[in-house]
């Protein structure tokens, strides 16, 4: 049963914590980010042209040295602490 209206309990995850499906795909995401190889040509090249994403430009502001995008970027792919309650196999092919 759910929240009675108007309850501030029934609103939802407004603003919060975004779900599994949206935090796996910015994992998968990073982890391309440090660990595949780039072509920074044609990123160059695709930005170039205007239509591009924010990712493209993140990434290739990070390829050309950006200290403050690799300390964000190394932040976010590289956890403080890692907590684990549960026996998980982690496959990294690098």
């Given amino acids: 049963m759910g929240a009675p209206k108007?309850?501030?309990n029934?609103?939802?995850n407004a603003g919060g914590r975004?779900?599994?499906?949206a935090?796996?795909?910015r994992a998968e995401a990073?982890?391309?980010?440090?660990y595949s190889d780039n072509d920074q040509e044609a990123l160059e090249r695709k930005i170039g042209t205007g239509?591009?994403?924010i990712w493209d430009r993140i990434v290739l502001t990070a390829m050309e040295g950006d200290t403050k995008?690799?300390?964000a970027l190394s932040n976010k792919a590289f956890p403080d602490q890692l907590k684990v309650e549960d026996?998980?196999?982690?496959k990294l092919d690098v």
């Fill in 30 to 34: 990073l982890f391309q980010a440090f």
């Fill in 69 to 71: 995008v690799l300390n």
């Fill in 10 to 12: 029934g609103k939802g």
């Fill in 23 to 25: 935090e796996k795909q």
């Fill in 18 to 21: 975004p779900s599994a499906y």
């Fill in 6 to 8: 108007g309850n501030k």
């Fill in 51 to 53: 239509k591009f994403s």
């Fill in 87 to 90: 026996e998980r196999t982690i």
